[in-house]
């Protein structure tokens, strides 16, 4: 499979991850829970979630399309990016939907450290191709830290 075709599936599925998300939210964006507590003062505008999340898995895809062809152990990649893709899958419906703050933070942290690990593990395979990873995991600790705060102060 050339790298084209690896890059368009590893986007279909991590869209597809983005999408169902989205579907288990519901309306907990717009939910009078989300307008009521209190968020960190460094939370970002609405907008800029799409904007992340769309950077994040453009990128995450073209650094898992590079990264596939070199991994010696598939299962262990396939396990643990199945398990990156049911973790943001399901913290959106535990969030949003059931409003369980605390089960929502054990699960992004468990996920940020779980990209972190790719990133660290994979890093002496791809090298600078690394950094295409890196927003992902920016990212994820930024969530956890408005997870965090929202679990602390509400």
């Known amino acids: 499979m050339n790298i084209t ?32 507590i209190n968020k960190a003062p460094w939370t970002p505008p609405g907008w800029v979630f799409g904007f992340a999340w769309t950077s994040i898995m453009i990128c995450f895809s073209i650094y898992l399309a590079l990264l596939w062809p070199k991994i010696e152990n598939k299962n262990l990649f396939i396990g643990l990016f199945s398990l990156q893709f049911i973790l943001n ?56 830290s408005l997870n965090g705060y929202i679990l602390l102060y509400n």
């Open 5 to 36: 075709l690896r890059i368009v599936v590893f986007l279909l599925i991590n869209f597809g991850a983005l999408g169902l998300g989205n579907f288990f939210t519901g309306n907990g964006v717009a939910s009078e829970w989300l307008s009521n």
């Open 89 to 144: 899958v399901l913290w959106n419906p535990v969030f949003f939907h059931f409003n369980n703050v605390a089960l929502g933070m054990a699960i992004i942290v468990s996920l940020t450290i779980l990209v972190w690990w790719f990133f660290i593990h994979y890093f002496p395979t791809l090298k600078r191709a690394s950094l295409l990873i890196l927003p992902y995991a920016i990212w994820m600790v930024i969530a956890s």
